[in-house]
């Protein structure tokens, strides 16, 4: 993918980079340019992006002491960073300088890029919003920092063998990470188990000494992110979990080698894997360590910081704001409190204002198996300090809300921090919204459903908490870096300070949706792109697909609310018209899937199945002529998005109405241009206002009307059958096997499921869906309005930078620009 440049270069900087790669490659890597490897030349190369970093990260964090800056802390326990080479060098203002020098030494940057791999430290799109964000954070000059877990193995590597997922283990970190700094001297001890005592001279017993039996030692490793222009340059500082060394040398010199060993793994088992759950999935005690072991050391980090400039916890609020990314890092209320009260002595009541005050909590999920808990026992034998805070800041909750006569049993039991039923449990979502000044939802819909679900009683209580930030993606990643053909025609077209502010000058690009020559070439680089995706698809897979068909792209994880189902029963349906109606002129489709499946959620990995049974059938039968091509593309991460997204043509967001909180690939794909068949769900609402439905293809039951049939216990799909010829036929031949004719009964169970209860109403939805596709492809037998509507959502995309969402949290809940 090389690239002209729109400006010229100067020769000089060319010079100085060349000559910085060549002087790491010498002195950093140990190669002689003659024998380098390509792997040695990224190395080099990164390392010389890295030293063009340093000098503004000093003066920026500089700055922010001298000015004392309020600082913004982002924990969470993801960052879906993917690679970052491109998005140094081009926030740097130096792709082409790099490309440049690069060329005059025989090196393809382009072909060099590919050899990063993907820090995969997150599961989807959470992890993926917290990359977003501290790349946004950046740009904005906030003083930001975010915390996570240096995990040694990211995201499960994908492989499909016969059609199945098979997770492999991810190694990123194999030939070292050239963009961290291991900060050995920045190391905290984190402790868990063990036992507490009273304070004698407390009267009150507020203040309680905690004694651990377990002792691990964090270590900070920082990797600088760049904001665009290089304006500004933040840090992102991962833990890494040690063993504390004194103790199991201690152990070890009394002749307990074993054990020593054991205990040595133990401890550094809480940073080895990313916990390999989404959303579904029920914890364990690891995750719980893991969430500990990274809130404690960010906590003790941020405290220490402010204490060295500020030292009066009491004045936190003022300095400093927490974000916590979903339940994940909840038990920040309960360490916090435990920092300020027990280490540096503050009452009960003062560290309670300053913790409220400093923490504010996102909310990524409505789905009440999604909702964190964790027994009570697990909680006592792990965090015992921790679990006494947690009871006290509950006693004093619900005193306050008898105080003010509330007394309702109702009320009292949903807002407790304990829950009661089928074993004692803490409620980290309780937790969170307790502890934090501000609540938000991720999109208008979710906040809104936010208010009168989960959070419903807690809401009654605290009715100015609750607010909405809808998600948003950069631009700098998903467009500028993603897909440089387009933005070189968006700096053509309207100038190069779009590249500066997106969020209105897109606009501008409106009146070009008209200009005939305009769409002509807005359809020849979606075309590139497609023939780029079409090689790369059949490297992968060996599936050919001719790249004027319709792209119809559905890539994110697997899950049944999603509805990859969905896609797939039209995907069987067409199939089955086409084969049935071999005259008519079919517009030629190519169906694209990516996705992880959790590694303990069968049905979704029987769905990956099916995807690849479909591919198989469809694609070796000759009587459909290419009409209809399946592709699963493997191991979905944010590489393969950016490859993918810049060559779809339609976006399916087709998640049951009222599950998905809000999505950002819906906000990628449109963004360049893709057109959107989806639901009213998610931010696919606020796209809908900005973009205008009649640019998009909405179908299905909305929100109101799911829980309505959710309300009234109606899952049984025979009704829908019955009603639809088309969906019995579907389904009758996925139930026989006539896509699995190696096991016939492989899909019995699924649809036989699906049909008694079809808890995401894919059925329900099944016959709006099919004549929305059914308006998908005379709309793009229509090319004139077509691509007009594809410019438009380009064109009406900027709101749904994540820029304009940090300001707003910068705004609203932190108070962090002036
Ligand atoms: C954007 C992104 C996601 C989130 O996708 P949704 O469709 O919004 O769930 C997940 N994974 C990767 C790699 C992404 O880039």
Same mark, same amino acid.
Request: with cysteine; net charge negative; glycine share 6%.
């Given at each position: 993918?090389?690239?002209?440049?729109?400006?010229?270069?100067?020769?000089?900087?060319?010079?100085?980079?060349?000559?910085?790669?060549?002087?790491?490659?010498?002195?950093?890597?140990?190669?002689?340019?003659?024998?380098?490897?390509?792997?040695?030349?990224?190395?080099?190369?990164?390392?010389?992006?890295?030293?063009?970093?340093?000098?503004?990260?000093?003066?920026?964090?500089?700055?922010?002491?001298?000015?004392?800056?309020?600082?913004?802390?982002?924990?969470?326990?993801?960052?879906?960073?993917?690679?970052?080479?491109?998005?140094?060098?081009?926030?740097?203002?130096?792709?082409?300088?790099?490309?440049?020098?690069?060329?005059?030494?025989?090196?393809?940057?382009?072909?060099?890029?590919?050899?990063?791999?993907?820090?995969?430290?997150?599961?989807?799109?959470?992890?993926?919003?917290?990359?977003?964000?501290?790349?946004?954070?950046?740009?904005?000059?906030?003083?930001?920092?975010?915390?996570?877990?240096?995990?040694?193995?990211?995201?499960?590597?994908?492989?499909?063998?016969?059609?199945?997922?098979?997770?492999?283990?991810?190694?990123?970190?194999?030939?070292?990470?050239?963009?961290?700094?291991?900060?050995?001297?920045?190391?905290?001890?984190?402790?868990?188990?063990?036992?507490?005592?009273?304070?004698?001279?407390?009267?009150?017993?507020?203040?309680?000494?905690?004694?651990?039996?377990?002792?691990?030692?964090?270590?900070?490793?920082?990797?600088?992110?760049?904001?665009?222009?290089?304006?500004?340059?933040?840090?992102?500082?991962?833990?890494?979990?040690?063993?504390?060394?004194?103790?199991?040398?201690?152990?070890?010199?009394?002749?307990?080698?074993?054990?020593?060993?054991?205990?040595?793994?133990?401890?550094?088992?809480?940073?080895?894997?990313?916990?390999?759950?989404?959303?579904?999935?029920?914890?364990?005690?690891?995750?719980?360590?893991?969430?500990?072991?990274?809130?404690?050391?960010?906590?003790?980090?941020?405290?220490?910081?402010?204490?060295?400039?500020?030292?009066?916890?009491?004045?936190?609020?003022?300095?400093?704001?927490?974000?916590?990314?979903?339940?994940?890092?909840?038990?920040?209320?309960?360490?916090?409190?435990?920092?300020?009260?027990?280490?540096?002595?503050?009452?009960?009541?003062?560290?309670?204002?300053?913790?409220?005050?400093?923490?504010?909590?996102?909310?990524?999920?409505?789905?009440?198996?999604?909702?964190?808990?964790?027994?009570?026992?697990?909680?006592?034998?792990?965090?015992?300090?921790?679990?006494?805070?947690?009871?006290?800041?509950?006693?004093?909750?619900?005193?306050?809300?008898?105080?003010?006569?509330?007394?309702?049993?109702?009320?009292?039991?949903?807002?407790?921090?304990?829950?009661?039923?089928?074993?004692?449990?803490?409620?980290?979502?309780?937790?969170?919204?307790?502890?934090?000044?501000?609540?938000?939802?991720?999109?208008?819909?979710?906040?809104?459903?936010?208010?009168?679900?989960?959070?419903?009683?807690?809401?009654?209580?605290?009715?100015?908490?609750?607010?909405?930030?809808?998600?948003?993606?950069?631009?700098?990643?998903?467009?500028?870096?993603?897909?440089?053909?387009?933005?070189?025609?968006?700096?053509?077209?309207?100038?190069?300070?779009?590249?500066?502010?997106?969020?209105?000058?897109?606009?501008?690009?409106?009146?070009?949706?008209?200009?005939?020559?305009?769409?002509?070439?807005?359809?020849?680089?979606?075309?590139?792109?497609?023939?780029?995706?079409?090689?790369?698809?059949?490297?992968?897979?060996?599936?050919?697909?001719?790249?004027?068909?319709?792209?119809?792209?559905?890539?994110?994880?697997?899950?049944?609310?999603?509805?990859?189902?969905?896609?797939?029963?039209?995907?069987?349906?067409?199939?089955?018209?086409?084969?049935?109606?071999?005259?008519?002129?079919?517009?030629?489709?190519?169906?694209?899937?990516?996705?992880?499946?959790?590694?303990?959620?069968?049905?979704?990995?029987?769905?990956?199945?099916?995807?690849?049974?479909?591919?198989? *059938?469809? %694609?070796?039968?000759?009587? &459909?002529? +290419?009409? $209809?091509?399946?592709?699963? @593309?493997?191991?979905? /991460? !944010?590489?393969?998005?950016?490859?993918?997204?810049?060559?779809?043509?339609?976006?399916?967001?087709?998640?049951?109405?009222?599950?998905?909180?809000?999505? *950002?690939? %819906?906000?990628?794909?449109? &963004?360049? +241009?893709? $057109?959107?068949?989806?639901? @009213?769900?998610?931010? /696919? !609402?606020?796209?809908?206002?900005?973009?205008?439905?009649?640019?998009?293809?909405?179908?299905?039951?909305?929100?109101?009307?799911?829980?309505?049939?959710?309300?009234?216990?109606?899952?049984?799909?025979?009704?829908?059958?019955?009603?639809?010829?088309? @969906?019995?036929?579907?389904?009758?031949?996925?139930?026989?096997?006539?896509?699995?004719?190696?096991?016939?009964?492989?899909?019995?169970?699924?649809?036989?499921?699906?049909?008694?209860?079809?808890?995401?109403?894919?059925?329900?939805?099944?016959?709006?869906?099919?004549?929305?596709?059914?308006?998908?492809?005379?709309?793009?037998?229509?090319?004139?309005?077509?691509?007009?509507?594809?410019?438009?959502?380009?064109?009406?995309?900027?709101?749904?930078?994540?820029?304009?969402?940090?300001?707003?949290?910068?705004?609203?809940?932190?108070?962090?620009?002036?």
């Amino acid at each position: 993918m090389s690239q002209e440049s729109p400006v010229s270069i100067d020769p000089a900087e060319v010079a100085a980079f060349r000559e910085a790669v060549l002087s790491k490659l010498t002195y950093s890597v140990g190669k002689d340019p003659e024998h380098a490897f390509d792997h040695d030349w990224f190395e080099a190369i990164a390392l010389a992006a890295r030293d063009r970093i340093v000098d503004p990260w000093m003066d920026h964090t500089r700055r922010i002491y001298r000015g004392n800056q309020k600082r913004v802390y982002y924990l969470s326990l993801e960052f879906l960073i993917g690679r970052l080479l491109f998005d140094s060098l081009s926030n740097l203002g130096l792709l082409d300088v790099a490309r440049q020098a690069l060329a005059d030494l025989d090196v393809d940057l382009d072909r060099i890029r590919q050899l990063e791999p993907d820090a995969a430290l997150g599961n989807g799109g959470l992890g993926r919003l917290a990359a977003c964000f501290m790349e946004s954070m950046a740009t904005l000059g906030v003083a930001a920092h975010g915390y996570g877990i240096r995990y040694e193995h990211g995201l499960f590597r994908q492989a499909i063998v016969d059609g199945w997922q098979h997770e492999q283990t991810e190694t990123w970190l194999d030939f070292g990470n050239p963009w961290e700094f291991e900060r050995a001297e920045v190391t905290y001890k984190i402790g868990f188990g063990g036992g507490v005592t009273n304070l004698p001279d407390d009267p009150k017993g507020e203040r309680q000494h905690w004694e651990p039996a377990d002792v691990v030692r964090s270590i900070a490793y920082d990797t600088p992110v760049v904001g665009w222009r290089g304006r500004a340059v933040n840090t992102l500082r991962l833990w890494r979990a040690r063993a504390e060394s004194d103790l199991h040398l201690e152990r070890f010199n009394a002749g307990d080698h074993v054990g020593a060993v054991l205990d040595e793994a133990r401890a550094e088992s809480i940073s080895r894997v990313l916990y390999p759950a989404d959303s579904t999935e029920a914890g364990q005690q690891l995750r719980l360590r893991q969430e500990y072991f990274f809130v404690s050391s960010s906590l003790q980090d941020l405290i220490r910081r402010f204490m060295k400039q500020n030292g009066d916890l009491r004045e936190l609020p003022q300095y400093v704001s927490i974000q916590l990314n979903d339940t994940h890092p909840a038990i920040a209320v309960a360490e916090l409190m435990r920092l300020m009260v027990d280490v540096h002595g503050l009452t009960w009541d003062e560290a309670w204002t300053a913790t409220v005050g400093t923490l504010s909590y996102t909310n990524h999920t409505l789905l009440p198996e999604a909702l964190e808990t964790w027994s009570v026992g697990l909680m006592e034998h792990l965090l015992p300090r921790h679990m006494q805070i947690i009871y006290l800041i509950n006693a004093y909750h619900i005193d306050a809300l008898r105080a003010k006569d509330l007394h309702d049993f109702e009320l009292l039991r949903a807002v407790s921090l304990i829950q009661e039923d089928n074993g004692r449990r803490v409620r980290m979502g309780n937790l969170a919204f307790i502890g934090s000044h501000s609540i938000n939802g991720v999109s208008g819909l979710h906040t809104d459903l936010m208010r009168v679900t989960v959070f419903k009683h807690l809401h009654q209580l605290y009715p100015d908490r609750i607010n909405n930030k809808t998600n948003g993606i950069t631009f700098r990643r998903w467009l500028y870096q993603s897909n440089p053909r387009l933005t070189r025609m968006l700096v053509d077209a309207i100038g190069p300070e779009v590249l500066d502010e997106p969020e209105t000058r897109l606009l501008q690009l409106e009146s070009f949706a008209d200009k005939p020559s305009f769409r002509k070439q807005f359809v020849e680089q979606r075309r590139e792109a497609k023939v780029h995706l079409a090689n790369l698809v059949r490297e992968r897979i060996g599936v050919v697909l001719d790249p004027d068909a319709l792209f119809d792209v559905q890539v994110k994880r697997i899950h049944e609310y999603k509805r990859q189902l969905l896609n797939l029963l039209h995907t069987v349906a067409l199939y089955q018209a086409m084969r049935a109606e071999p005259h008519i002129d079919w517009v030629p489709r190519v169906k694209i899937f990516a996705g992880k499946a959790a590694a303990s959620y069968h049905s979704a990995k029987l769905i990956i199945k099916l995807a690849n049974d479909i591919a198989r *059938t469809v %694609n070796n039968d000759p009587t &459909l002529r +290419g009409m $209809l091509k399946v592709a699963f @593309l493997p191991n979905y /991460n !944010v590489s393969l998005a950016e490859a993918i997204i810049p060559a779809a043509d339609l976006s399916e967001q087709i998640s049951t109405a009222g599950y998905e909180a809000s999505g *950002t690939s %819906n906000m990628k794909f449109a &963004l360049n +241009g893709a $057109l959107t068949i989806g639901t @009213l769900d998610g931010a /696919n !609402v606020e796209m809908s206002e900005q973009i205008g439905e009649e640019h998009m293809f909405i179908f299905g039951m909305s929100a109101r009307q799911v829980e309505a049939r959710k309300a009234a216990g109606e899952f049984n799909a025979q009704p829908w059958l019955d009603a639809s010829p088309r @969906l019995n036929e579907v389904l009758q031949a996925i139930h026989r096997g006539a896509f699995s004719p190696d096991d016939p009964n492989r899909y019995k169970g699924l649809i036989d499921g699906l049909i008694a209860h079809d808890t995401f109403f894919v059925c329900a939805d099944f016959d709006d869906y099919w004549d929305a596709q059914r308006k998908v492809a005379a709309y793009w037998r229509s090319p004139k309005l077509w691509w007009r509507s594809a410019v438009l959502n380009t064109a009406r995309a900027g709101w749904f930078s994540s820029d304009r969402t940090i300001r707003e949290y910068a705004r609203d809940i932190w108070k962090a620009l002036d």
